[in-house]
């Protein structure tokens, strides 16, 4: 069992490393290592105590990199890895799996273990920038590798076999897959950020709640900086802080990790395995799709048909030559059609999605203004998040791209096609704003929420054209949705009607948007 | 009256090696059947002939204008069916088709009418209704075929088109095909020889990336003429025949083999003259450029 959790670990680490797109990845890793380690006199900090941030000796550069690492990558990480699973659809090998003797515990495992090694390599990228990003500050040029690589070993490493384990899940449970898993799963984080914030110690061993283990070190931090500057009060901040002043340092020498301390994080990881096996027991090896595909076709009353009806052309009633010859049209083919085609496309197989976007839509019209802005309005363009997440990319997914590239006008009729249908729905679910702001006047706002209508699909389409899924849109649009709209940061908040600005800055931005769909489509058909 | 005409195309991905290499023909209404083993580079030749990838040499002209400069001209007229394509699920027949004629430019009456007599046409009418996800892959095929012909296309390219056909629906695929050639040119890539002996009226032989012939099948299959035996081996002696001959067929009888062999003369004494085969006549070529290379 063990050589085969091997072998199937291998070769699905092989396949996904191997990939363009994982070069990539490793230069966003190291870029993310350079942002997490600023320069003293820089305007931000990642990790800051008060107004006092280590001295970058290997201890801090390790500990702070791999916290803010391990946040951020805790996000990102999963979408990143959540297609163990898929690369064996895609590749179409997974009916020759499911007919091998492989068992189901095996085949999952295999592949939490792939997502684990990919996440480790990731891990080691990060720890090696964290160590040239110590000696590059030069504040302190002693390398402790024992220092640098613990916080690594012991936070981050646990975290992404948890994240591993995680991903497996959200692959393997049907409901969980796609765009409703990713919502859940960026719901589910945000969550465990918070809930890591203040951790819940069982016993000495397990800080539950916090799988970052972000608890340890800032403990260990805030006692020796205690004991350093009486005066600081406690407090501290993670993530992106702007400092209006210079950071004074106090050194700090790492955390003392001691075996009940390791026990509790090794203990993520056996958990993590445990998750993993569990996800096995719901894992339909491959034959998922055919249940559901049945349960579909139940449902839609619909039958194969088999048996000689079905023959090529049993009851032949016509032949090619009685069909009606057609003259090629000269001119341009008109839009509206088309355009009416890519709206039903998108919206084809939503039934249940579209009561729910009308409830959205007449809650902007009937609700009173304020709470419109507040909530309604943020989520009747969250709403269409699988719809839009599909824009640009849809025809790589379903692979018709050979059909649809070798139609007449194939780069800018389709892809204005289904831009302009995107942009459609988020004017028709958001209508009740609109028409609100009219009704009063605000000409102003009303023209923040059409930038705001036309800036989501041109972001939509772009991500989609580029990357070929729909994750990356999914990652963005979430991220700047509740960053933004939801807690109102200043300029993500696209939806901050009373600001003016925002007309320039997103119009700015759908331009570039646009010009990159345009261009990644351009690159795609040049392939 | 349309012609197509390739000169000197080739397609070369990374500058070193070549997918397609230094092809001309040219083509006016008819079937022209497209053979070759798989890697041969037919479905590179294919998707630039569909207007997908633009050769790097040479050119490919439709009706006097160059199909990598003016690619719509051709695009409005031509119907492409590929080896490997997808379907939405969720679409019926009757969706799908109407959403790849307005991509087409096909709207309104015309493109009713149209599509109600395709689905006739692959008589897809009973299903019609039903999404594509639960459709077999014949049934996806005879939606494929239907898109291809949406535009009344007056060239027609279908790759590979019987892979995944059983065999009477790939009979009746090669008719349909038959059907419509008449006044347009259809271009047809297989590796399966039947599939073209009785549908094309020109043969086409890629291998490497080169065309070996191109030729009518008559033409063909007077150049064998006298170069096709049959003789009867013992088992014991087969596998030592196909080292020295080259054997286009084995069947099993009582008393050995029954072997089909291509050879200028001969090959032994009780051997006797068969009459040869398309199946003859390309493995031949493929067999001679082989030899060559």
């Known amino acids: 069992m063990m050589a085969s959790i091997y072998q199937i670990a291998k070769a699905d680490f092989l396949e996904r490393i191997r990939r363009r797109g994982f070069l990539l990845t490793m230069f966003l890793t190291i870029l993310c290592s350079y942002i997490f380690s600023p320069p003293r006199d820089g305007k931000y900090v990642t990790l800051v105590f008060d107004r006092y941030v280590g001295l970058y000796n290997s201890a801090w550069m390790g500990t702070s990199v791999a916290v803010s690492f391990s946040v951020f990558f805790s996000l990102i990480g999963f979408y990143f890895i959540s297609k163990a699973v898929d690369v064996d659809l895609k590749a179409r090998t997974g009916q020759i799996i499911a007919a091998s003797p492989v068992s189901k515990s095996t085949y999952v495992l295999g592949k939490y273990f792939s997502n684990l090694s990919i996440l480790c390599v990731i891990v080691a990228i990060t720890m090696l920038s964290a160590l040239v990003m110590q000696l590059v500050r030069g504040e302190d040029l002693t390398v402790d590798l024992w220092a640098l690589a613990s916080p690594f070993l012991f936070m981050t490493l646990p975290l992404v076999a948890l994240i591993s384990a995680i991903a497996i899940w959200f692959e393997i449970i049907p409901k969980l897959q796609g765009t409703l898993g990713n919502a859940v799963y960026f719901v589910f984080w945000i969550l465990t950020v918070f809930a890591s914030m203040k951790p819940v110690h069982l016993g000495n061993f397990v800080t539950f709640t916090d799988p970052f283990g972000r608890a340890i070190p800032m403990a260990s931090i805030a006692a020796a900086l205690k004991e350093q500057f009486p005066g600081y009060n406690g407090e501290f901040s993670q993530g992106l802080t702007f400092l209006d002043e210079k950071a004074q340092s106090f050194i700090w020498q790492g955390v003392d990790w001691s075996w009940p301390m390791i026990m509790g994080r090794v203990a993520w990881i056996a958990a993590s395995i445990v998750l993993a096996w569990i996800a096995s027991l719901f894992f339909h090896r491959f034959r998922e799709k055919e249940t559901r595909h049945a349960a579909n076709l139940k449902n839609r009353k619909t039958v194969v048909m088999t048996g000689p009806q079905a023959a090529f052309d049993a009851d032949f009633t016509l032949t090619p030559s009685s069909l009606t010859p057609l003259k090629p049209k000269a001119g341009r083919a008109p839009f509206l059609p088309l355009l009416r085609s890519e709206l039903k496309l998108m919206l084809s197989g939503r039934g249940m999605w579209l009561w729910g976007a009308a409830a959205l839509m007449l809650s902007c019209y009937l609700l009173p203004l304020d709470a419109v802005k507040r909530f309604a309005w943020p989520l009747a363009w969250l709403w269409p998040l699988a719809i839009w997440s599909a824009m640009g990319s849809r025809e790589r997914l379903f692979r018709t791209e050979e059909l649809l590239f070798s139609s007449p006008g194939r780069l800018s009729r389709q892809l204005h096609a289904t831009w302009f249908a995107g942009v459609l729905l988020a004017v028709l679910i958001g209508s009740g704003l609109a028409v609100r702001l009219i009704a009063e006047g605000e000409l102003t706002m009303l023209a923040v929420w059409a930038i705001g209508a036309i800036f989501v699909p041109t972001l939509a389409l772009a991500c989609g054209v580029w990357s070929g899924s729909g994750k990356m849109f999914e990652i963005i649009y979430l991220s700047i949705w509740y960053i933004g709209p939801l807690n109102g940061l200043p300029v993500l908040n696209f939806m901050d009607v009373s600001d003016g600005r925002l007309i320039y800055i997103y119009s700015g931005l759908v331009l570039i948007f646009y010009a990159a769909a345009i261009l990644g489509r351009t690159k795609r058909l040049n392939e | ?293």
């Open chain 2, 1 to 293: 009256m349309m012609e197509l005409y390739l000169e000197n195309v080739s397609k070369s991905y990374d500058r070193r090696s070549w997918a397609v290499q230094k092809i001309s023909l040219h083509m006016k209404s008819g079937v022209l059947g497209l053979l070759g083993p798989n890697g041969a580079g037919k479905s590179t030749l294919m998707r630039m002939l569909a207007t997908l990838t633009k050769p790097s040499e040479g050119k490919i002209v439709w009706n006097g204008e160059d199909i990598a400069r003016k690619p719509n001209r051709l695009r409005k007229v031509l119907g492409y069916l590929p080896q490997d394509f997808g379907i939405y699920p969720n679409l019926n027949a009757v969706e799908f088709l109407q959403y790849m004629a307005s991509v087409k430019g096909l709207t309104g009456k015309t493109a009713r009418l149209r599509i109600d007599e395709l689905i006739q046409l692959v008589n897809l009418t009973e299903a019609c209704r039903r999404p594509l996800g639960g459709y077999s892959g014949g049934m996806k095929q005879r939606v494929g075929i239907a898109q291809a012909l949406l535009n009344d296309p007056q060239l027609l390219i279908v790759d590979e088109p019987t892979v995944g056909l059983d065999p009477e629906e790939r009979v009746r695929f090669r008719n349909l095909l038959s059907d419509l050639a008449g006044e347009r040119i259809v271009i047809f890539s297989t590796h399966i020889v039947s599939d073209i002996e009785s549908t094309a009226t020109t043969i086409a032989v890629m291998q490497k990336g080169t065309l070996l012939t191109i030729s009518d099948p008559e033409s063909m299959l007077g150049n064998m003429r006298g170069k096709v035996w049959e003789t009867m081996v013992p088992s014991s002696q087969l596998e030592e025949v196909k080292k020295h001959w080259l054997i286009s067929g084995v069947v099993r009888r009582t008393e050995g083999f029954q072997v089909r062999v291509i050879a200028e003369a001969s090959p032994s004494i009780g051997a006797q003259p068969a009459a040869p085969t398309l199946e003859d006549a390309y493995l031949s070529f493929i067999s001679y450029a082989g030899d060559r290379a």
